[in-house]
């Protein structure tokens, strides 16, 4: 506490008790001429004392006003001193914190990052940032402590599907929509060749009547567009149920794509030589169940991973079905007056020939496409399909405008009897990508066939493979006007057949049912 003050008169006088108090004191008093020297003394030292610290700290430095009051003109320069040193301490650390503020506040703003009080903030990422693609990952310089321990870390990547990147970096637009509608089928110079192009019969009560969670029901395999599940009625009879794969959208195109595959089959019930259909709902289906495979599974034996070892008969036999089949879809409506196909698979291959009852079986017309007629010309039209991959397609699917025919058919079954006679697929022998191997096919090149098979195929050698060799030449035409069509080839197997069965002495009818 500051010591209380006695003026001249004898009153006492509180003293002051801050810088403020004691230039209040001090001017007050220098109004008294009364006072004697001693009073003016103390009135010069608090003035002194109070003007040096006025300007540092007024409020905080009252104990140094307070000992100036006590007539210590020493100690109160001691003190000024120290206090002097303390502010400037305390202003140099005030600097300090403020500049390390301000660059971390620029340095959160480099990187797009809010700051408040010294703190970032994290942002909402703009539309614009987020419809770019993914950048590639940044590598940072590691000191050679770090790059020791992450020496055997490999990089990891996130594989996005082609959907997934499309769903996060492209929005939709009104092409997309498009994409899912169907290809229009009538137009003004092109209208169906036969009323039954145009319905549907559904059976959706039937389909769902089946027991998925049966113990019974089994995945055996999927295609493109569907998997495949084994399934029991309620009789005990085993059947095939499809169902579209999750992957693929639910849209018009699609329904489309099954309804077509369903009427096709249910056309060609009446033929033995494709697969049976029992009921048909949106994009799935009941179908007859396989239990010996393909003829892919024929070739090349995926049990074991080896090739399966077949005669030139047995081979000719199983050309002669791979015919058959194609043939019947090609000439179901064929009549006197009207012998035009209505009906192109447009994907053969050997996996769609399953073995059922001893014979393969021609399955799968999700591909189809239905063949209209040109009222003003009176002749067929042709069709259109623009994504062909693959190296067993015909050279007008492969060539633009890819204007097409049922006729894609019979050069596919060409391809399948190349299988047959070389167990390779088509231009593996040359080691051809498939840009490559397509390219050859338009320009008239068709894969190799060893010379071992070339020079045993010969009539007087061995009579069923000429037949399949000179089928698959047949098969192989490039103009597609003198490509003969699949009726032509499957009589020409048929006849064929008969004779070197006969010649052999074999039962041709046994032959034909499998008994062999």
Not at 300 to 322: D, G, P
Request: aromatic share 10%; with cysteine.
């Amino acid at each position: 506490m500051v010591k209380k003050q006695v003026q001249a008169n004898g009153e006492r006088t509180p003293s002051p008790t801050s810088v403020q108090d004691a230039l209040f004191f001090t001017s007050i008093n220098n109004d008294d001429d009364d006072d004697d020297e001693n009073a003016k003394k103390k009135r010069s030292y608090y003035s002194y004392c109070a003007n040096t610290t006025h300007y540092r700290l007024r409020r905080l430095h009252a104990a140094v006003a307070s000992s100036c009051a006590s007539h210590n003109t020493n100690k109160c320069n001691t003190n000024n001193r120290k206090s002097s040193v303390f502010v400037w301490l305390l202003i140099l650390t005030s600097i300090i914190v403020g500049i390390a503020v301000i660059l971390r506040s620029n340095n959160n703003n480099n990187h797009h990052q809010a700051s408040y009080y010294g703190f970032p903030v994290r942002p909402m990422p703009s539309t614009s940032s987020i419809l770019q693609p993914p950048q590639p990952p940044q590598h940072h310089q590691l000191n050679n402590k770090n790059k020791n321990n992450n020496k055997n870390k490999k990089e990891r990547k996130i594989h996005l599907s082609r959907n997934t990147y499309k769903a996060l970096y492209n929005p939709i637009t009104s092409y997309d929509a498009m994409r899912g509608w169907s290809d229009p089928f009538l137009t003004e110079e092109c209208q169906q060749s036969k009323d039954w192009q145009l319905t549907s019969f559904p059976s959706c009560n039937g389909v769902h009547e089946y027991d998925l969670f049966d113990v019974n029901t089994i995945l055996i395999n999927n295609g493109y567009w569907r998997d495949v599940w084994r399934v029991q009625d309620s009789m005990g009879n085993v059947e095939v149920l499809k169902m579209m794969r999750y992957a693929h959208e639910f849209e018009e195109r699609n329904y489309d794509r099954h309804r077509r595959d369903a009427v096709a089959m249910e056309r060609l019930t009446r033929s033995d030589h494709v697969v049976d259909i029992y009921g048909f709902c949106g994009n799935s289906g009941i179908f007859q169940y396989s239990e010996g495979g393909d003829v892919h599974n024929m070739v090349f034996n995926n049990s074991n991973r080896k090739k399966s070892m077949y005669s030139s008969v047995e081979m000719l036999k199983v050309a002669h079905e791979i015919s058959q089949g194609i043939a019947a879809a090609h000439s179901f409506d064929y009549t006197p007056d009207f012998p035009y196909a209505t009906l192109a698979h447009t994907d053969i291959t050997p996996t769609q020939f399953i073995l059922i009852g001893g014979k393969y079986k021609l399955n799968d017309f999700n591909r189809s496409r239905f063949i209209r007629w040109n009222k003003n010309e009176n002749a067929p039209c042709s069709y259109r399909v623009g994504r062909n991959p693959g190296k067993f397609r015909s050279p007008e699917e492969y060539s633009k405008p890819h204007v097409q025919t049922e006729k894609v058919d019979v050069y596919s079954m060409g391809n399948i009897y190349y299988t047959l006679l070389t167990r390779m697929w088509p231009f593996d022998y040359e080691q051809y990508d498939e840009e490559k191997a397509q390219s050859a096919v338009k320009k008239g090149k068709r894969p190799h066939v060893p010379s071992v098979i070339m020079d045993r195929a010969n009539v007087t050698v061995d009579p069923a493979l000429f037949v399949v060799v000179q089928a698959m030449r047949a098969c192989y035409e490039q103009d597609v006007v003198n490509r003969p069509s699949a009726v032509d080839v499957r009589d020409y197997l048929k006849g064929q057949l008969d004779v070197i069965l006969q010649g052999r002495g074999m039962d041709v009818e046994a032959w034909r049912g499998g008994s062999h």
